[in-house]
């Protein structure tokens, strides 16, 4: 005879462990905090907090000015994203990294082509598919 109880549980207790999928939640969380201040910062700059001179925005180069809007934009946005853990979260965030890290590689008059960057973006992305690839495996198909 089985318990009326037992048949109302939720779905989840069910479920084998999924170790590595809450490695990877974790993971995204981190990363959401740090594009949040990545954003922030970027928006920082265009509203002139922390500079001597209120204009330095409106003195830069346009594709300095371009390149900084952007990064304002969809740090944010992926930011909210990864928190969620939604999977256009995790599709904006991988066009923030690469565009950051080839603006970086590619364009170095307009950021200063730093290599810490280019190779932390390149690890984050890594660290990302390592993560999701494992957390793939230890689902039932």
Known sequence: MSDPLRAIEPAAAAEPEAYWTGWLIFYVRAMAVIWMIKGLYHWALICGFG???????????????????FFAVIDLVAAVGLWLAAAWGGVVWL??????????????QIYGGRIIVIASQLLAIGGYFTLAILA??????
Do not use: G, H, K, N
Not at 51 to 69: G, R
Not at 95 to 108: C, D, H, R
Not at 136 to 141: F, I
């Open 51 to 69: 500079d001597e001179y209120s204009s330095a925005f409106e003195l830069a180069s346009v594709p300095w000015q371009a390149a900084t809007i």
């Open 95 to 108: 066009t923030a990294a690469i565009s950051m890290a080839t603006v970086e590689f590619l364009f170095p």
């Open 136 to 141: 793939a495996r230890e689902r039932p198909e």
